[in-house]
């Protein structure tokens, strides 16, 4: 069984582009996570979708930043326009039920310069 | 604000030797405990996780430790090998499982 896969692994972009980061959950995990980990700091988490609804989005930075997950499978989280302080590890987790183990994905490695 | 810590960022051990890390949470209502290794290039990948109406939990060669009196969570490496070597990350869950609060991660260096 594939696990949860992360597209770009690395992305370089200059500040002020935009960037898409995709992840593809286990099939069958209706939960989703976006986390990220910047500047060696503690990972924290971003937002979390039920199927293709946002259960709790509280921890986007700010507008910059817009998740979604259209039809509850997979989904993209994109970063527009990108700050140099958006520079991080995205992570992607998915689960089939809350309080169940939570797969992650390898991460997509975003640097802004 | 509440949060997970951990005491020391580097521990170094030798191959063969019990590994302890230990993590300190401030959120006395959380109920569920995990510990996750992140190898370089990899996302993090459950090892062990413990429920609050427990204090101990074995797996194979892993223990956590739960002290719900003291907010202190350890997770114990028996006969520690090379291929442990990574950062270990304590998380805690709340709001029946709506998210993840990860400490800042320990490294944990084996030597041969």
């Known amino acids: 069984e594939a696990g949860v896969t992360q597209f770009p692994s690395h992305s370089v972009i200059e500040k002020g582009q935009t960037v898409t980061l995709r992840c593809d959950p286990i099939?069958?995990?209706?939960?989703l996570y976006w986390y990220r980990r910047v500047m060696g700091k503690e990972i924290k988490f971003l937002l979390h979708?039920?199927?293709?609804?946002?259960?709790?989005e509280s921890g986007m930075p700010n507008n910059r930043f817009l998740a979604e997950r259209t039809g509850g499978t997979y989904s993209t989280l994109k970063v527009q326009p990108a700050e140099l302080e958006d520079s991080g590890v995205y992570f992607c987790?998915?689960?089939?039920?809350?309080?169940?183990?939570?797969?992650f994905g390898q991460g997509t490695r975003l640097t802004v310069v | 604000g509440e949060s997970v810590g951990l005491h020391l960022p580097t521990l170094s051990v030798q191959e063969g030797d019990n590994s302890i890390i230990n993590c300190a949470y401030s959120?006395?209502?959380?109920?569920?405990f995990i510990w996750y290794k992140q190898e370089s290039g990899k996302g993090p990948q459950f090892i062990i996780d413990?429920?609050?109406?427990?204090d101990k939990r074995q797996g194979q060669r892993v223990t956590v430790l739960l002290n719900k009196t003291v907010k202190h969570l350890s997770l114990q490496i028996a006969a520690t090998q090379p291929g442990d070597s990574a950062v270990y990350f304590c998380?805690?869950?709340?709001?029946?499982?709506?998210?993840?609060?990860f400490g800042g991660g320990t490294r944990l260096m084996v030597k041969p």
């Open positions: 987790a998915s689960r089939q039920i809350q309080g169940a183990e939570a797969f």
């Open positions: 099939s069958g995990h209706d939960n």
């Open positions: 979708f039920v199927k293709e609804s946002k259960q709790d």
């Open positions: 959120n006395s209502a959380s109920d569920y």
């Open positions: 413990i429920r609050s109406n427990m």
């Open positions: 998380a805690e869950e709340k709001n029946a499982g709506n998210m993840l609060t």
